[in-house]
Each structure stands twice: as C-alpha cells, then as structure tokens.
C-alpha cells in the first residue's frame, strides 16, 4: 500500500480544509495515488508554465520591467455544495443590501434620518460622491462586479471580513488556476463532478448589457483600462477577451455631445458601457482629479446625461469602507430585514461608548484598526503588541474613538501547501466574484489565496501570497 | 469585433509585423555577414550592416571599430540598442501584450517565450562557433511567427494592417540591401563583375532569401537584374502584397502609404528607404 503524500501532515490544530471538508474525501482519494515528486514535478511545470502563457503581474523597476507569476499551489481547496450553497446566499443577501444601501444613500437618505449609521460616516467619506445623488441607474444596481473576501474561523466558521465594492481583481486566476489545472493533473479531476466557472465571460457581458442606458438595442461594452503597464493588465485583457469586447484605454475614447465614443479605423463608434478597471478618481479629469491622464474628459457629463452606464457605478467605495463595514449586519436588517446569512468578523464600533469599554477592557486580545487608512496601516495586534505599543493605542483609542474599530483575532483555516517540497499548512481565505445586472450571479468557488510564508495570515498577492484552484463539488 | 477595431490596434497590428519582419531580416544579414563575408572586405563587410541601419552615430559612440564581435553583440543581444534584435522583439511583445484581446494564445505565448529567450542571452552564445545554429534559431522562430499568425489570425480589417506591416518592413529592408551594395560596397566601376562583385550579390541574395533558389531559375551569373520579380522579397512583389492589404483597409491614409513607397525601376538603388530610421518603441 503507498504511503499517502498526506501522511505526515499536521494542521497544529488549526482547522484544515482538506481534513475536515465534507467533499474534501474526493481529492484525497486520489492523492493517495501520488508521490511527492511526482507532485513536485507537475508543479513546477505548471508554474513555468504560467510563465510563458504570462499569466503575470508586471513589476517595473528602473531599468527593466519583470514578469512575476502569481504562485500556483497545485493542492485544490474543495467545497461541498452545501458549503457553497451557504456562500452564495450569504453574499447575494449582503450584495443586495450593499446596492439598496447605495441607492438610498444617493438618494432619500432614509438610513441616515433613521440613525442607523451616523450621517457623517457616509456623508464625510472621502468616497461619497456628491454628484451621483439623484442619478438613477437602471435596476438601481450600482455593484455590478463584487469580490468579497471571506475568511474561515477555527470553528469553520465562514466570516465577511471585506466587501470589494470598487474594482476588485483576481477572478482571471480563478479561471486560468482551473485550466492549468486541468492540463497538469488531468487524472486528479478525472470524474468528478466540478461547478463550470467557464461561463464568466458570457454571464459578465449579459449583466453589463441589462445596465445599459434605456435605447441601447445592441449596447457597445467596453473594457478601460489604465494600460498595458498597469499590474492588473493581464486580468484586463483576460475579460476582454472572455466578454469579446474592445479594452480601451483613456486615450481610445471620447465624449462629444454628452455620448461617448472610441477612435476606430472607421472612424468615431458609439460606446454605451464602460467595465472600468480605473478608480472613480481617475476617471474624468473634469469631475475628479484634474491631472488624470487615465480617463476621458466629460465622461461624469455623459454619465449624469444617462446615455453612459459605468460599472462599478461611481461612488461605490463608500459601501466597502472599513467604519461602515462594522455596520453591515445593522444595515442587511434595516433593508432586508434579515439577519445576515454570512456574518462579519465581530467588530466593535469604538465610537460607541460600550465598544470602546470593551475594547480598552481587553486591548492585549484584540486588533484595533484605524478606519480611514487602507493596506494594514496603524493596526494594532494587541497580542503581538509591545506594552508601549499598547500604552499608545489606548491614547489614540481615548483621543479619537471615532476613528477606531477593534476585532478578535481570527486563526484562519489551514489548506494543505506544497512548499519547499514538502506538505505544510498555510493559511487561506476566499474570495468569491458576484456579478450583478437585474439580478445576481455568484461564480461557484472563487479566489482561494494562500499565504506561503509560515504563520503568515497575509494572502496579498504583493506579500508573498499565491493562489489555489477552488473546486465546488456536487 | 471584425467591424469595429480601434486605431490604436492597427497601429499596435502594424507594427508588431513590422518588428518580426524586422528581427528576421536583420538575423539573415548578420547570419550571411558571419558565413559568407568573412574575405579580405571583412572590415567593410560589418561596417556596412552599421551603415544599413543609419546607426553609425550610435554604434561609434560606444565602439571603436565596426568588428565581427562588436556588431553582432550590438544587433543581437544589446537592449539599450532599438535596432537590435531582442528590442525587436521586445517592442514586437509588448505591442502583442497589448493585442491580447485580439490575437490567439499561441501567438502570444510564442513571443513571450522568444522574446525571454533571447533576453537571457550572453556574450557566450555568441562565440563564432554558436552564431550560425543561434541565427538559425532566431529566422525559425520569426518564420514560426508569421506560421502562427497565418494559421490563427481573424481574416478581419487586422490581417490587412499585419500584412501591411510586414511589407512595408520587407521593402525597406530589400531597399536598404541593395543601396548600401550598390553605393558603398562597391565604389569603384571598375570592379563591376569581378569575383568580388560576385560575391558579394551572392551574399545580397542569400541576406533575401534567395540565394540557392534563384539560381536553377537563371542559370547565368547573378547580376542585379536577376533579382527576379517573383521572389518574395523582391520590391515590385511586396508592393503587389501592400497595395490590396492597404485597399481594403477603406483607409485613403493607409493606402497612400502603401503607395508611397516609390516603383522600383531598373536602377535597383532608386526606391532606398522612403522611411529611414522608422522605429518606435510600441
């Protein structure tokens, strides 16, 4: 009898979804087929493989550009279509929330006179933009491309502990993970039944072309994208190509008459929807920032006019910000009255007296985070954290509790790694892709990212993180 | 998407053909240099490949003396130089990473590996006894290329602007070929049919692929008019290729550009270059 490559393989108590997974038996009976250099092998030539496909992001230094893979750890993560079917409800019921909310943020403001998330947490954020009030949008959908990031406790929990509302990136991998694969380890899928994530060009094109401006009989869709130096690039000419539309850049475009248009070799070609990959910021030097070489002059003209549809809608950041995430469970029961189907990571609103008790109360256990900031800046890990550092968090805490949130610290699930030659744990969360027209579509599965480093909780594809293909199985 | 392509893929289109056709043609002159001129006119020789790509300025500035070595090190491997092969190639890539909507994966993922392929090139790949087998590798996978591309590209307005692309680059370099024979290589009308000529057309018709088959079809000494107008990189030929690519492209520009490139005439040095020194970076 082989030895399973799995044999010596410890998760330290953590929660393994290869060990405790209902649907994870399929992968493990058939890696009890294979030794450890025959995965070795296999790997690294899918990994070089993603080299010369480019399946890359690009890091340019000063003399020359360099091509980075986006490592690919050959071990599934597998979800069962229970698991599954729990995500995908959980995270429609929280997209439909965040578009009711944006709707009526733009509008009535009926969520703000009924004081359920202080005004000027809406109202003051830097992503609140004023020009979309009024601004009615076909199916009031203003989140048509979301990526929420979940994480799995120690219990299996599965937790929201972000909304992507903006432009969030990586379903290409999710796509080109599953084709390599397919190529690499065609006797792993052999017979099992495995959600299709194929359709996610077709799916994105139909829902984009249900938001089209009313009049629109067969609406121009578009890609924009900052251009072929922009990290992302790869993901940009990826839709494109799934969708079959144009990616353009900036420069490509035009507003005259309040309607857009792209320069062709015919001459000037209506556009009725733009799939942008470029921050509201850079949009429209206009409207925003007026050094922008990005984006299209008078575009928020053509927009406003109601003859342009932009997804993600402008203004969508406000919906994804770290203070009015806290807020996410209160704000899924005001619309929908509902409880939420995926919870958030328990979060305490330090500008509440009692939140900001219980978080001074128990500073040396939990992770306070600045609300404003982005990219891990002004984190505190209480249980990491020095006695100074500790002193000075609670100063800060005291001075400007508004400013604050504190959250438990969450032990990641672990998922089987090859690393180094070896099967390690390391830590993994998810990020399903959720595409919404008139109505919402989740692609079965989604970004598995894994931190490769040793008790790493950092996933991030620019800290060392790679990426897994995600199977649902029926 | 066959009605509707951006300005900014044509010219992308344009000239990612432009630079393979450029890669491969500067491959055969420095492949025929290195096997067939290495006579008395050594120096010359390499000089002239300089002189072909009005890089004088450029490549005296940093070298000494135009050297089998310095020129093939210069035209091959050397990034900073725009003329040189793996720049080429480089521009010829990323004007495809910027064409990926459009193009299939096997075109793109040819490049890539050829292009990092050539990157990864040193000084040691280019010892003499390498240098035929590398220039070998370089043609064949230009040639595998315009393989791919025939074999996967849309037969939309975008085939028009690659075909346009290569022939224009094609007539360019011809043109350049025969000038610089006709002007600088033999100065002197008295060496007109000595065995230095000789040799010399021999090595022009190899650097255009048309050394071994176009002597069967004229068995008599190569001479200038023997440049027959049915060999693929004769100029009457490629303009016969540009003017229809450029006619359907319904662009007045592009056929006029198409056109630009004056006929050829019996004197062969007549239609040098109309577009000296044409390169962008992508």
């Known amino acids: 009898m082989e030895l399973s490559i799995l044999d010596g393989y410890d998760p330290q108590g953590l929660y393994c979804e290869m060990l405790r997974g209902s649907a994870s038996h399929v992968i493990r009976e058939r890696l009890a087929g294979l030794s450890i250099d025959v995965l070795k092998d296999r790997a690294a030539a899918a990994n070089a493989e993603l080299y010369n496909l480019g399946i890359t992001f690009t890091i340019y230094s000063d003399a020359r550009t360099i091509d980075r893979i986006l490592p690919f750890d050959v071990l599934p993560r597998v979800l069962s279509a229970e698991e599954w079917r729990h995500i995908e409800r959980g995270i429609i019921q929280r997209i439909t929330a965040i578009n009711l909310l944006l709707d009526d943020i733009y509008h009535d403001q009926h969520l703000l006179r009924d004081a359920v998330v202080p005004a000027e947490l809406i109202l003051g954020n830097r992503n609140y933009r004023p020009l979309m009030r009024g601004i009615d949008l076909p199916h009031k959908t203003y989140v048509n491309i979301c990526g929420t990031d979940i994480v799995r406790d120690e219990r299996g929990t599965f937790l929201v502990l972000e909304d992507n509302a903006r432009t969030p990136s990586g379903v290409s991998y999710v796509v080109e993970n599953r084709h390599m694969m397919l190529r690499a380890f065609p006797d792993l899928l052999d017979d099992v039944s495995l959600r299709a994530i194929d359709n996610y060009g077709a799916k994105l094109i139909a829902a984009l072309q249900e938001v089209a401006p009313p009049g629109a009989a067969d609406p121009q869709v578009v890609l924009l994208s900052p251009g072929s130096y922009n990290s992302a690039y790869f993901e940009h000419v990826f839709l494109a190509r799934e969708m079959g539309v144009p990616l353009v850049e900036g420069s490509d475009l035009l507003v005259d008459d309040d309607r857009v248009f792209m320069r062709t070799t015919g001459g000037l070609s209506r556009v009725d929807v733009i799939y942008r990959r470029i921050n509201d910021d850079y949009l429209d030097p206009e409207a925003f920032v007026p050094e922008s070489m990005l984006g299209v002059p008078g575009l928020m003209q053509a927009y406003r006019a109601g003859n342009l549809a932009l997804a993600n809608a402008v203004g969508t950041g406000v919906a994804d910000d770290k203070a009015v995430y806290a807020y996410m469970p209160r704000i899924i029961h005001y619309y929908l009255g509902e409880d939420p189907i995926l919870p958030n990571v328990e979060t305490h609103i330090c500008r509440e007296p009692k939140a900001l008790r219980y978080t001074l109360d128990r500073l040396t256990e939990l992770v306070v985070k600045p609300v404003g900031e982005a990219g891990g800046y002004g984190i505190t890990v209480g249980p990491r954290a020095s006695l100074q550092e500790l002193d000075e968090c609670r100063a800060k805490l005291v001075a400007d509790p508004a400013n604050y949130i504190s959250q438990p610290c969450i032990n990641l699930s672990v998922a089987p790694t090859l690393v180094d030659g070896r099967i390690e744990p390391r830590h993994v969360d998810l990020r399903p892709f959720a595409v919404t027209g008139s109505g919402t579509w989740v692609l079965p599965g989604g970004l598995t990212r894994v931190a490769l480093q040793r008790g790493s909780l950092v996933v991030n594809s620019s800290q060392g993180g790679g990426s897994k293909d995600t199977w649902v199985v029926e | ?282």
């Not at chain 2, 004088?56 to 070298?63: N, Q, S």
């Not at chain 2, 064949?140 to 692309?165: K, M």
């Not at chain 2, 088959?213 to 107008?229: D, F, G, I, N, Q």
């Open chain 2, 1 to 282: 998407m066959s009605d509707v392509l951006l300005a900014r893929y044509a010219d992308c289109i344009f000239w990612l053909a432009r630079y393979v056709e450029r890669a491969e043609n500067l491959a055969r002159i420095l492949d025929v240099n290195e096997t067939f001129s290495r006579d008395g006119h050594g120096g010359q020789n390499w000089r002239s490949i300089v002189q072909l790509n009005s890089d004088e300025e450029r490549f005296f500035a940093t070298h000494p003396a135009a050297t089998a070595q310095s020129v093939v090190k210069f035209y091959v491997i050397d990034s900073a130089n725009p003329t040189s092969i793996v720049s080429a190639i480089g521009y010829a890539r990323e004007n495809a990473r910027t064409l990926r909507p459009l193009i299939s994966t096997e075109m793109w993922v040819q490049l890539n590996v050829f292009y990092n392929r050539l990157a990864a090139l040193s000084e040691d790949d280019l010892m003499p006894g390498r240098l035929a087998a590398l220039f070998g590798s370089i043609k064949e996978a230009c040639q595998t290329h315009t393989g791919i591309t025939e074999g996967t590209f849309f037969r939309d307005q975008g085939w028009y602007f690659y075909q346009l692309g290569r022939y224009i680059e094609r007539a360019d370099q011809t043109t350049r070929l025969l000038d610089i024979k006709y002007h600088l290589l033999l100065p002197s009308l008295s060496d007109v049919g000595s065995p230095i000529d000789v040799s010399q057309w021999n090595a022009v018709l190899r650097s255009a692929a048309g050394g071994a088959c176009t002597r069967p079809a004229r068995p008599r000494p190569v001479w200038p008019v023997s440049c027959c107008s049915t060999r693929p990189f004769h100029v009457r030929c490629i303009i016969a290729y540009a003017r229809p690519a450029g006619c359907s492209a319904k662009s007045s520009r592009i056929t006029r550009c198409a056109t630009a490139m004056p006929p050829p005439k019996s004197s062969i040095a007549c239609a040098a270059s109309s577009e000296r020194s044409t390169y962008r970076q992508f």
